[in-house]
């Protein structure tokens, strides 16, 4: 079981090269963020209160023409979830990493960013800004 009723937090940070901007673009089945643009070194935040169906994902495009594009799951309501793959309840966040050859993970275990997606691979068995139909995420 999640840690039902707690906060938690997302956080997209830009670490591209080469002076390229981070389109980003979150939602989940109730809420849907402004899509935001980050220079290097910023970042998009957002908090929310864990419940059994809370599920963000969201979508990345690399400037500047942003035809680099990933989508995958931000946060899933899952106890392997939160501990596995983000760093936890504490400090409670899932810090999601945009650099050049794809987009990582804050992970504890492995002391720093562990790698997840790959720029223009497919992540998801569904369409641009849609829910994930099922668990499909890489635990680590």
Not at 63 to 89: E, N, Q, R, S, W
Request: glycine share 6%; net charge neutral.
């Amino acid at each position: 079981m999640p840690p039902l009723f707690r906060k938690f937090n997302v956080e997209i940070v830009n670490k591209l090269g080469f002076n390229k901007k981070l389109k980003v673009h979150c939602k989940s089945g109730s809420h849907d963020f402004p899509i935001t643009y980050l220079n290097i070194g910023e970042s998009f935040q957002f908090k929310f209160t864990i419940l059994l169906t809370t599920l963000y994902w969201c979508n990345l495009w690399q400037g500047p023409y942003y035809k680099h594009h990933v989508v995958f799951d931000a946060f899933l309501p899952d106890k392997d979830f939160i501990d596995g793959t983000c760093t936890g309840m504490h400090p409670n966040v899932c810090m999601w990493i945009a650099k050049e050859d794809g987009v990582y993970v804050l992970n504890k275990k492995f002391h720093g960013d562990y790698f997840m997606y790959k720029w223009d691979a497919p992540t998801r068995n569904t369409s641009e800004v849609a829910p994930a139909s099922e668990y499909e995420f890489n635990h680590v």
